[in-house]
């Protein structure tokens, strides 16, 4: 029987070589056990990731079943009394890293809420196992949160359970598991990052592999640049947490309104937001994203009426901004130096964006865009003259849209 073991244990390491999906993973190693007879019915892998939003991502994989289900619990979902009730917040958060109960036996079977749920489904014996990636100096967490590591169950009908056989080729087996479990939370970690600081567009860029100094190309695209009114003036007359404050209330406006309609937040300037609408003939064409960029205005308006209200409400300084739209090519890839790159765009379409929306304060109106961005998207648009704008050579026809 060892050999199996040894088998699949090379299987598994191949497959964290291989940064293979952890899912399938999970599914193919329930399969390789029933077919080398360990009785197994139910397998579920918890991946601690010490993530704030995260927390304990598991995945069920159950022999009767043809998919893996994951099941997401947030952090601060479950207070630590609850997570210490549960064989898995056992092992993470004490000393405790294996637990085999004979659901069978009347005392294991009160240890853990979930145990007399599992034996009314005829489960007759429950094999927990946890392993932290964190240095042995590193103190046990103290919350669901804090655990970055992996657990298995694993779970069998039969009625005799596991035998020791089974037992210790299933412990065998783990640390391989864990090398797999390790590659997929890093991968999770390393997207969310990405996702989070480049933007899903940008990020999934630098995760293919784009990411030597040049590697560029030039992309058409909607753009949309907001820029905070008053700010030098708030920074100076409120404390650095109120402007803090204002600053958030202001990029949930604008950068959340940009993520929710399908653009791409690039970057933050100061308190300057620059974000794309990448079209692509197929899946999004300019019409359509130029139509993404305006809803994006109007819903990034309507919040801001939200939130004053509340702000005037608690007698808290108003928020303002302006922003200007356009449409055009943009050098979108890496820039920078050999030790700090940057992904972003630019190009005169960018600078243009921006001159429109400093135009705001000159025209009296909150959003400006110029006749590029109308012809793909003239819903409410209100001409507003040839305009000499700086760096430009022609004078430039702009447009107003009403909120």
């Known amino acids: 029987m060892s050999g199996v073991f040894?088998?699949?244990?090379?299987?598994?390491l191949d497959q964290a070589i291989?940064?293979?999906?952890?899912?399938?993973?999970?599914?193919?190693?329930?399969?390789r056990l029933v077919a080398a007879g360990i009785p197994v019915c139910r397998i579920v892998v918890g991946r601690?990731?010490?993530?704030p939003v995260i927390g304990l991502a598991s995945l069920i994989w159950q022999s009767d079943k043809p998919n893996v289900h994951l099941e997401v619990t947030p952090p601060t979902k479950l207070s630590r009394e609850d997570v210490l009730a549960t064989p898995f917040g056992h092992m993470a958060l004490t000393e405790e890293k294996f637990i085999s109960a004979r659901l069978t036996d009347a005392d294991d079977v009160k240890r853990f809420a979930m145990f007399p749920s599992l034996a009314g489904q005829g489960i007759t014996h429950y094999l927990g196992l946890s392993r932290s990636f964190t240095p042995p100096e590193v103190p046990?967490?103290?919350?669901?949160?804090?655990?970055k590591g992996a657990v298995l169950a694993c779970c069998t009908r039969w009625h005799a359970g596991f035998s020791q056989a089974d037992i210790e080729g299933l412990r065998s087996l783990f640390p391989a598991l864990c090398a797999c479990i390790r590659v997929a939370i890093d991968r999770t970690l390393v997207t969310e990052l990405l996702d989070r600081y480049l933007g899903r567009i940008s990020g999934s860029r630098v995760l293919t592999g784009q990411t030597a100094r040049g590697d560029g190309t030039e992309i058409d695209c909607a753009l949309l640049y907001s820029d905070m009114r008053n700010s030098v003036a708030l920074s100076s007359e409120v404390s650095v947490k109120d402007y803090i404050g204002i600053l958030n209330d202001y990029f949930d406006c604008t950068a959340g309104a940009v993520i929710e309609h399908g653009g791409e937040v690039l970057k933050f300037i100061g308190d300057g937001v620059l974000a794309i609408f990448p079209f692509d003939a197929a899946t999004r064409p300019p019409d359509q994203m130029c139509a993404a960029a305006l809803a994006t205005v109007r819903e990034a308006f309507d919040r801001l009426d939200r939130i004053n209200g509340i702000r005037s409400e608690a007698g808290r300084p108003m928020v303002s901004f302006g922003i200007g739209l356009n449409v055009?090519?943009?050098?979108?890839?890496n820039v920078g130096t050999d030790q700090r790159l940057d992904f972003t765009a630019t190009g005169t379409a960018v600078g243009l964006a921006s001159r429109c929306e400093n135009l705001t304060k000159n025209i009296g109106e909150n959003v400006v865009a110029t006749e590029a961005f109308v012809k793909h998207c003239s819903d409410g648009a209100v001409p507003r003259g040839i305009h000499k704008i700086h760096g430009f050579a022609e004078p430039i026809a702009l447009y107003s849209f009403g909120r």
Request: proline share 3%; no cysteine; charged share 20%.
């Open 6 to 12: 040894e088998r699949i244990s090379a299987w598994l």
């Open 140 to 147: 046990l967490p103290t919350n669901q949160s804090e655990f």
């Open 18 to 31: 291989e940064d293979a999906e952890l899912d399938a993973t999970i599914s193919g190693l329930g399969s």
């Open 48 to 51: 601690g990731m010490a993530h």
């Open 328 to 333: 055009g090519k943009v050098i979108y890839g």
